[in-house]
């Protein structure tokens, strides 16, 4: 099996969005009750350790390949969860080789989604296994429905009483890594009830200026989805929308800001906010053999 040796100069952020089930551990001689739910691991609690060797491009396909055959999730959500566009799937999917498809965002992603599973002690299904707990739910699905859907009504918080400064004229200020915000996405467009549609409207609606674009589509929301780096999309109107959604979100539920929150709030206050105008694609003058490396908080320093 051929593999590679990666080192990454900068932290890119978490682009497993996934919440998997694992069974808890059992003493000897006891029995679980039937009301015990099993406890939840959530991938981003997993942070896979610079020089890891990568499985080549043909073995995450057959991963990819195996993990969807087993029906635990479709095409859609898998690239959700990874954090990468059905296109770039679809393009990565379609190379041949164990060097094909190296460049491709959902190389990477992918093989850091299987790589957490693995450190969580996640195995693949196999169809056999899928199709078992498949027919077993699939027996309490029916008398479920009616309470999932009352469920569905309460999913989105009000946030229309909620004003930030700025906000009349699209200036809040943002202090939130792109990264960050994808994070908060992706949690958001998991919940019942919640569409990516509607989601994209909501966007739209926290501008109230000039600069409020005509619509926020479905792509522009994707495309945003599917990027990598703590700097990277931050001119993009989802970015500042979100930013303002889910900062809203969070005074409307009575939450504490986070210790990202915080630190990117220190970092940029005398900035007037992270950078929101100038694109991520920019040279650096570097000196000698010098590199620009980027911190979870858009912070570059040379290296």
Not at 255 to 260: A, E, L, Q, T, V
Request: charged letters at 30%.
């Amino acid at each position: 099996m051929d593999r590679y040796l990666v080192h990454s100069t900068a932290p890119t952020g978490n682009t497993a969005e996934h919440v998997a089930h694992a069974q808890p551990a059992q003493l000897a001689g006891s029995k679980r009750k039937s009301t015990d739910a099993p406890p939840t691991i959530d991938l981003d609690d997993f942070d896979v350790p610079e020089g890891q060797v990568m499985d080549s491009c043909t073995v995450v396909r057959g991963k990819i390949k195996r993990f969807l055959d087993s029906g635990e999730m479709r095409i859609g959500q898998f690239c959700d969860a990874i954090g990468v566009s059905q296109n770039a799937y679809r393009r990565f999917m379609a190379e041949k080789g164990q060097y094909g498809g190296m460049g491709c965002d959902t190389y990477q992603s992918a093989w850091e989604f299987f790589r957490k599973r693995d450190m969580a002690g996640l195995k693949i299904p196999t169809k056999k296994q899928k199709t078992a707990a498949a027919a077993k739910a699939g027996a309490s699905a029916a008398s479920a429905k009616s309470s999932t859907m009352v469920g569905k009504k309460d999913a989105v918080t009000d946030i229309s009483s909620v004003h930030l400064e700025g906000e009349d004229d699209d200036s809040v200020e943002v202090y939130d890594s792109c990264d960050e915000i994808r994070k908060k996405i992706n949690a958001y467009l998991r919940k019942p009830g919640v569409t990516a549609a509607q989601f994209c409207r909501d966007l739209r609606d926290q501008y109230h200026s000039e600069k409020k674009p005509s619509q926020i589509q479905s792509g522009q929301l994707t495309k945003f989805r599917s990027y990598k780096g703590a700097d990277t999309g931050n001119t993009s109107c989802v970015f500042y929308a979100a930013y303002v959604f889910f900062e809203k979100m969070r005074i409307a539920e009575g939450k504490p800001m986070s210790k990202h929150r915080q630190e990117m709030e220190s970092i940029w206050g005398d900035s007037g906010g992270f950078n929101i105008t100038r694109g991520h694609h920019r040279g650096y003058l570097c000196l000698g053999d010098e590199k620009p490396v980027q911190d979870q908080f858009g912070r570059i320093r040379m290296v």
